[in-house]
């Protein structure tokens, strides 16, 4: 019963990781998208 808790927690945390570091990825673009703009302004 352990080991089968641990299996199903694996593909959990692997999906829950995909999903952080997908949202992470999205804020440092939109951030990079928006000083960008904020340079063209002042440029």
């Known amino acids: 019963m352990k080991?089968?808790?641990v299996t199903f927690q694996l593909p959990?945390?692997?999906e829950n990781?995909?999903?952080f570091s997908a949202k992470r990825f999205f804020n440092l673009s939109?951030?990079?998208f928006?000083?960008?703009q904020?340079?063209?302004k002042h440029g």
């Open 3 to 5: 080991g089968r808790k």
């Open 34 to 36: 928006r000083s960008q």
């Open 30 to 32: 939109r951030t990079i």
């Open 17 to 19: 990781d995909k999903k």
């Open 38 to 40: 904020i340079e063209m």
């Open 12 to 14: 959990f945390m692997a």
